[in-house]
Nanobody, 124 residues
Framework: QVQLVESGGGLVQAGGSLRLSCVAA????????VGWFRQAPGKEREFVAT????????YAADSVKGRFTISRDNAKNTVYLQMNNLKPEDTAVYYC?????????????????WGQGTQVTVSS
């Protein structure tokens, strides 16, 4: 079992930046694929970005590609989501997720463990 705790959300103006963090406790995080997802009010949870357990392979959704970057520091059991040039449509609760395997994964159903989420609000 691994516990995930996100932080770093907040209110930012369009064009601004935020960095989300997700700290894992309970297991060796380096053995887990990780992902970031988001859910806006009234919408389904959607994929944002994913990272292989090594951090060597990452993938981001087209809607955030070139603006958001996923990275991880396995020594700190932490995964990050750097978000630049934020837009009002990025407003959502952002969730960190983990799966005890290699590879990269884009589906909600692929992940076993989830954090509680952190709110990101982008004003126009």
């Amino acid at each position: 079992q691994v516990q995930l705790v996100e932080s770093g959300g907040g209110l930012v103006q369009a064009g601004g930046s935020l960095r989300l963090s997700c700290v894992a406790a309970g297991r060796t995080f380096s053995n887990y694929a990780v992902g970031w997802f988001r859910q806006a009010p009234g919408k389904e949870r959607e994929f944002v970005a994913t990272s292989h357990w090594s951090g060597g392979t990452t993938y981001a959704a087209d809607s955030v590609k070139g603006r958001f970057t996923i990275s991880r520091d396995n020594a700190k059991n932490t995964v990050y989501l750097q978000m630049n040039n934020l837009k009002p449509e990025d407003t959502a609760v952002y969730y960190c997720a983990a799966r005890p395997s290699s590879g990269i994964y884009q589906q909600v159903r692929d992940y076993n463990y989830w954090g509680q989420g952190t709110q990101v609000t982008v004003s126009s």
